[in-house]
């Protein structure tokens, strides 16, 4: 499990994008890949996943 930051999520479109906290790399996360309801700036941790244009975060949850 990698942890990181929400950078951006928009609710009514269901995707964002989460910064690693260690590599500071973007990862997109899809709203099929949140376990947790996010908001900008949430403390989340997730999985990383080979998707079709790239990697995704998956498994996403915050963090308390």
Do not use: C, P, W
Request: hydrophobic residues 35%; positive net charge.
């Amino acid at each position: 499990m990698s942890s990181g930051t929400i950078k951006f999520y928009n609710e009514s479109k269901g995707f964002g994008f989460i910064v690693e906290d260690v590599t500071n790399q973007e990862y997109f996360v899809h709203a099929s890949g949140l376990v947790d309801k996010v908001d900008k700036n949430d403390k989340v941790s997730f999985s990383v996943i080979e998707g079709k244009k790239g990697k995704n975060a998956v498994d996403v949850k915050k963090r308390s």
